[in-house]
């Protein structure tokens, strides 16, 4: 079965504190995964996708087949960051979206 | 319009009600998903269409729940017979071509049935 796992409800941390929230994933073949973020009273929107081996905002997410993981990193977190994160799979067909739980990042000073 | 518009943004309605929930895609969008996202869940796949016809409707709970896009464009999520547990934020989006990723999400409509 197709599953998305965000082991943390929360996470929080200080300004200027590495951040790495966590997504596992199981799939068959080859999985495209992707990270969404929405900020308080804004729409879910994509913040980055693995086949494009980009940094947005900061943020930075390696596909790890070995260990089914695709965690979301940032080396200094900042206040702007904080928001609900949802890691996501797309299906075999391509039409939908498998997303996990969802972890809130909170940012204090 | 700038994005993907839903209407009601808010919805109370009673057990065992029909409801209606709007969706208006970004114009010229061809492929428009609808999602359902209970209390401290992510959002889960209901539908997909592109153009006016449902190319996969796979994550539609049970047969209560029902989609419209008679124009290819406004799309219509139909309840029937509600239940306390469709209680949830019911989103919508869309693409231009069918991309699920290329998607713009609305703001959803929250729908609670007392």
């Known amino acids: 079965a197709q599953r998305v796992t965000q082991p943390e409800k929360l996470l929080s941390v200080f300004k200027g504190a590495p951040v790495e929230l966590k997504c596992n994933y199981s799939?068959?073949?080859?999985?495209?995964l992707f990270w969404y973020v929405q900020y308080s009273r804004q729409r879910l929107q994509l913040l980055l996708r693995?086949?494009s081996r980009e940094s947005i905002k900061g943020f930075t997410a390696d596909l790890n087949k070995g260990e089914t993981s695709f965690h979301l990193k940032k080396p200094f977190a900042q206040e702007e960051d904080s928001a609900m994160y949802y890691c996501a799979l797309s299906d075999q067909a391509g039409t939908a979206l498998i997303f996990g739980k969802g972890t809130t990042l909170s940012v204090s000073s | 319009g700038a994005g993907v518009s839903q209407t009601p943004s808010n919805k109370v309605t009673e057990k065992g009600k029909y409801v209606e929930l709007r969706c208006d895609p970004i114009s010229g969008h061809t492929a428009l998903y609808w999602y359902r996202q209970s209390l401290g869940q992510g959002p889960e796949f209901l539908i997909y269409f592109q153009g006016t016809g449902a190319a996969d409707d796979s994550g539609l709970p049970n047969d209560r729940f029902f989609a419209v896009r008679p124009e290819g464009s406004v799309s219509t999520l139909k309840i029937q017979r509600t239940e306390r547990g469709d209680s949830a934020v019911y989103l919508c989006?869309?693409?231009?071509?069918?991309?699920?990723?290329?998607?713009?999400f609305g703001q959803g409509t929250r729908l609670t049935v007392v």
């Open positions: 693995h086949i």
């Open positions: 989006a869309s693409s231009l071509s069918g991309g699920v990723t290329e998607a713009f």
């Open positions: 799939y068959s073949g080859s999985p495209e």
